[in-house]
């Protein structure tokens, strides 16, 4: 079991920058693969950006490719998310998940969320 809990969101302009925490409870934070998500009004819930157990390889979603960066500290069981040349349409309630797959990008592949955060890109 682990908990997620999101923070770090807020109202920025576009062009600006926020980072997004993602705490995780429990001992085992290192065996799980984490990924960031995000829903936006009216819309379904899509896949951002993840980072490997080990935190040797990341994949993102090409719409943030070259803005947004995934790192992990195992050692603070915590997971970033770096947005940078943020956009309007970035405008969304970001969540973290872990999952025990070595890759995923599916939201049915991850059984554990956090309770969302949301970011605000004004134009």
């Known amino acids: 079991q682990v908990q997620l809990v999101e923070s770090g969101g807020g109202l920025v302009q576009a062009g600006g920058s926020l980072r997004l925490s993602c705490a995780a409870s429990g001992r085992t934070f290192s065996t799980y693969s984490m990924g960031w998500f995000r829903q936006a009004p009216g819309k379904e819930r899509e896949f951002v950006s993840a980072i490997r157990r080990s935190g040797g390889s990341t994949y993102s979603t090409n719409s943030v490719k070259g803005r947004f960066t995934i790192s992990r500290d195992n050692a603070k069981n915590t997971v970033y998310l770096q947005m940078n040349s943020l956009k309007p349409e970035d405008t969304a309630v970001y969540y973290c998940?872990?999952?025990?797959?070595?890759?995923?990008?599916?939201?049915?592949?991850?059984?554990?969320w956090g309770q969302g955060t949301q970011v605000t890109v004004s134009s």
């Open positions: 998940a872990a999952t025990s797959l070595e890759r995923a990008t599916m939201t049915y592949e991850y059984g554990y």
